[in-house]
């Protein structure tokens, strides 16, 4: 591998991390917080591909003979970011692990709003360490994408994520009453409902599992920022 | 050698088919198949792959441009003289307090391995750049913070990782003091700078090092990538009960699943249904031996090195979390 074709390798990858960070590509894989970091490495890659092929035009005779051939690698996440794009993850992550076990703190208030949207983290935490106090008397509205419970009973599930989808684990949430949920794992719905005392046991992990007595729900297109 | 020399010359300015060639040839033949290669990711399994892959990639980026800056900033601009005054004289003293230095780095893993690379280079001991090399990821700051925040009700954990992770540097250092031998560490060859203007030998430094320790940071990404889809989760919690086996197992993942210093916490404290001592084995060895690590360390330091280093740092790793684990908390 020439200095010339690391050059444009540099210049794929850089180009590759700054058109995910300016679009919302990048939110599929790393949290929002990265993102200057990532614009300036993007930056910092094309410099150095630059820079290479400026001082190629007149290039020293100290060429050296072990240039990397790892380098050619490289190519892959380039391919990964611009031409696959894959998606956040979903239901098989879901399937895969264990729902997270939730803490108890203490619960402020719901927001406004009837229903008040909440998130399927604090519901679970609220639902199962306060057992539903904070809950009581309010309708909730929870967003999430549809997966296969125990006995294949659709749940509500999202991604957790502390860094980047790497250690994104699921946080699910059972459905218990209301209109039958008919669409396919992975589909993105808005469930509106109250508090349900029942309780459940996730498979993998023995987890608890909070449920959402359901009042209606409708699919919805998949949030810009698919993780919680 | 100089015949080798010669021939290679000769091979490279005759009129084969170089690089950029390949290079033009693929990105034609990608850009006329990108409807059917966008296409090729079919199951859930493989797309998740991909995800985490390209997740892997994404997150680490940004502190392996860092790190190779930086490493490139000492090899240039940071005279040899300096680390000779910088650090203790006497190489059992440099360790420790190379390993402290590693405090004042944020970042991860990939950004510290070519920074201690550079360092050696610069004449550093090998046994303090490696102490830094171990310490840099584990007790910096930002990761200390994520800590405390993944593990609100047990503040000790926070003390435990840093202490566990200092004791595991300073031990490796001084171990390589005792028992290590310089042959065993082989530096890829760079272009030498010193004759080269600054500017020149600055970014050659950069390219170098990044499209190498990124190579390798590729194929750890891809390995923990795999191993992120093909485990699942019920295998580990059958281990969760017995206190020996819980804490290998742990090591053993926080090996194999090669997540970033910074989140590792994060993970750590979902996997509540082990012990708090085996989570913090899993915290210690984490970010000084994991795949995409070991991929790193064969290429910049070669593999007869790693092939010793990465069993000896997890086997002092494992002991000193365990033990951390039975006093602290």
């Known amino acids: ?228 | 050698m100089a015949e080798a020399r010669t021939l290679e010359r000769e091979a490279r300015q005759g009129p084969g088919i170089g690089s950029v060639e390949v290079l033009a040839a693929l990105l034609v033949l990608l850009v006329i198949f990108r409807g059917e290669l966008a296409g090729v990711v079919p199951g859930a399994r493989w797309q998740t792959w991909t995800t985490v892959f390209v997740s892997v990639l994404v997150q680490a980026v940004p502190f392996l441009v860092f790190g190779v800056l930086l490493s490139a900033v000492i090899a240039v601009f940071v005279p040899r003289s300096f680390w000779a005054r910088a650090l203790p004289r006497h190489p059992a003293l440099a360790v420790p307090a190379a390993s402290v230095a590693g405090v004042v780095l944020p970042g991860c893993e990939c950004g510290s391995v070519p920074i201690a690379g550079s360092l050696i280079r610069r004449g550093v001991t090998p046994a303090a750049a490696l102490a830094f090399l171990l310490a840099a990821p584990a007790v910096n700051p930002i990761v200390l913070t994520a800590t405390a925040v993944a593990f609100p009700g047990d503040p000790e954990m926070v003390v435990a990782r840093g202490l566990a992770s200092l004791v595991v540097a300073i031990v490796m250092g001084w171990l390589w003091l005792r028992l290590g031998k310089a042959e065993w560490i082989k530096l890829p060859h760079r272009p030498d700078v010193d004759g080269a203007s600054r500017g020149r030998a600055f970014w050659s430094a950069c390219r170098h090092d990044v499209v190498h320790a990124g190579g390798f940071l590729v194929l750890g990404a891809a390995a923990a990538a795999t191993i992120n889809v093909l485990v699942p989760e019920a295998w580990l919690q059958t281990l969760a009960a017995e206190p020996v086996l819980s804490v290998l197992a742990l090591a053993v993942l926080a090996v194999l699943l090669s997540i970033c210093s910074e989140a590792d916490a994060f993970v750590a404290a979902s996997l509540s249904q082990f012990s708090l001592t085996s989570r913090l084995v899993f915290l210690v060895v984490g970010p000084m031996v994991d795949l995409k690590l070991i991929s790193m360390q064969a290429g910049v330091f070669g593999r007869g090195f790693t092939a010793r280093f990465a069993p000896a740092t997890f086997v002092v790793a494992v002991l000193a979390g365990s033990v951390a684990g039975m006093v602290l908390l």
């Not at chain 1, 290039?59 to 391919?79: A, F, M, Y």
């Not at chain 1, 992990?205 to 959402?212: G, S």
């Open chain 1, 1 to 228: 591998m020439n200095r010339q074709a690391q050059a444009v390798v540099l210049l794929l990858f850089g180009g590759a991390i700054l058109k995910a960070s300016f679009t919302d590509l990048y939110l599929r894989y790393v949290k929002e917080g990265l993102r200057p970091f990532l614009i300036a490495a993007g930056v910092a890659l094309v410099a150095t591909a630059i820079a290479t092929l400026w001082y190629e035009r007149r290039p020293d005779h100290d060429h050296s003979h072990h240039e990397p051939r790892v380098g050619w690698l490289l190519i892959l996440p380039v391919l990964g970011l611009l031409l696959v794009a894959p998606p956040a993850l979903g239901s098989f992550t879901a399937g895969q692990s264990g729902t997270l076990p939730v803490s108890g703190s203490d619960y402020a208030a719901l927001p406004a709003g009837d229903p008040a949207p909440i998130g399927l983290l604090d519901y679970a935490s609220r639902a199962l360490f306060d057992e539903g106090r904070s809950l009581t008397g309010r309708r909730v509205q929870l967003t999430g994408f549809v997966t296969a419970g125990p006995g294949g009973a659709p749940m509500l599930a999202r991604i957790v994520v502390g860094c980047c989808a790497a250690d994104g684990r699921p946080i699910k949430v059972g459905l218990t009453g209301g209109p039958l949920i008919d669409v396919p794992a992975g589909t993105w719905i808005q469930v509106t409902g109250t508090h349900s005392a029942k309780r459940g046991e996730d498979p993998v992990n023995q987890a608890d599992i909070a449920y959402l007595e359901v009042a209606q729900w409708q699919p919805v297109t998949p949030p810009k920022q698919q993780y919680e």
